[in-house]
């Protein structure tokens, strides 16, 4: 059976003056004059925005979900909107993390402090992990990664910061989740640890679903000859399957897995083609932040030398739908969001 895919596309600057032309993305900030519809398989076209009743019918529930609003998360007392891009800071509990291992490693004051820092300069979400999930990383005991993260998450907890764990371990998203963490953010999307799914649907919390390799080899390539439908249709399945075990699709984020099992070409597919995954209905997490792929393609440019790189991403990210951008660098990546969103401002006030 032939499947159908929509990717928004030709965004413009605002909606004023187009009445019946545009829609809208997902209830943000974004405006996009037609969709590019993908045959699997076959050839591409593009179609109007005006003239989405002449899509096949098995792509019109995905009219619907890409414009929808994203629901809000609420975790607790702190409510993360998405009528515009939100930043979650890094926060590496570890001593071999590809940028920042071993920073904080031992000293949960000054893990605290920094995520601390990270909000007060407009980090959303701080995002905190106990395990390199970097190519070759040694799998963590549960133990020590328990250990690592939760005197962490209990102080952010308690200074009002919102907190999700990064982990693929049932038994550290128990610990996290009871030491104040309110996300879990799994880079296996609930398919490495078989506990992992019942602790998230009894906790009733967001997930963060991520695409990846292969839940035991995150960086083994599975791609094939299209890689933005693939991780599309990957994805998809997951949200289902998480759907279905209990878990409201208004509380599931994807993330698109940049740079886990994918080679530079796949990763520049999945980022030009980012708009295509809001046809899930779910906020769109992207994680580009100092990783080999800007290297790649600035003369190998060292991790600490990254941070242009890591920005123009963002905010490329942010142009093309994203809703919550995963940073090391929360301030620059704050700002120059700031700025977009001043351009976006006057667009959407003076026509």
Not at 107 to 120: H, I, K, L, W, Y
Not at 297 to 312: C, K, M, T, Y
Request: glycine share 10%.
């Amino acid at each position: 059976m032939t499947k159908f895919y929509l990717r928004p596309t030709a965004f413009v600057d605002t909606p004023i003056g187009f009445d019946g032309q545009l829609a809208q993305l997902a209830g943000g900030m974004l405006w996009h004059s037609a969709y590019e519809l993908i045959e699997r398989g076959g050839p591409k076209r593009l179609v109007p925005a005006s003239d989405w009743a002449s899509l096949p019918d098995e792509v019109q529930p995905v009219v619907t979900r890409l414009a929808a609003p994203r629901a809000p998360l609420e975790l607790g007392t702190r409510t993360i909107r998405f009528d515009q891009p939100q930043v979650a800071a890094i926060l590496n509990m570890t001593p071999d993390s590809f940028s920042d291992g071993g920073l904080h490693l031992n000293d949960p004051e000054a893990a605290a402090a920094a995520g601390v820092a990270a909000a007060s300069e407009g980090a959303a979400l701080v995002d905190v992990g106990g395990e390199s999930t970097r190519p070759k990383a040694e799998i963590v005991w549960e133990g020590d990664e328990i250990r690592r993260i939760v005197p962490v998450i209990e102080r952010l907890a308690r200074a009002g910061v919102a907190v999700s764990v990064d982990t693929r371990k049932a038994a550290v998203m128990e610990a996290a989740l009871a030491a104040g963490a309110a996300i879990v953010n799994d880079v296996s999307a609930l398919l490495y640890d078989d506990r992992a799914m019942d602790i998230v649907v009894r906790a009733g919390c967001p997930v963060v679903l991520m695409h990846a390799g292969d839940p035991r080899d995150l960086h083994e390539r599975t791609l094939g000859p299209a890689p933005l439908l693939d991780v599309y249709d990957w994805l998809e399945a997951r949200v289902t399957a998480v759907e279905a075990a209990g878990v409201p699709r208004a509380k599931i984020v994807i993330d698109p897995g940049i740079g886990f099992g994918k080679t530079l070409a796949d990763n520049l597919a999945l980022l030009n083609g980012l708009a295509l995954f809001q046809g899930l209905g779910c906020p769109v997490m992207l994680g580009t932040s100092r990783k080999r792929m800007i290297g790649a393609l600035s003369n190998e440019a060292p991790v600490g030398a990254r941070l242009g790189g890591s920005v123009a991403l963002a905010v490329s990210g942010a142009m093309l739908g994203a809703q919550i951008l995963r940073v090391h660098d929360v301030a620059e990546t704050v700002q120059a969001l700031r700025v977009w969103r001043g351009l976006r401002d006057q667009a959407l006030s003076a026509g």
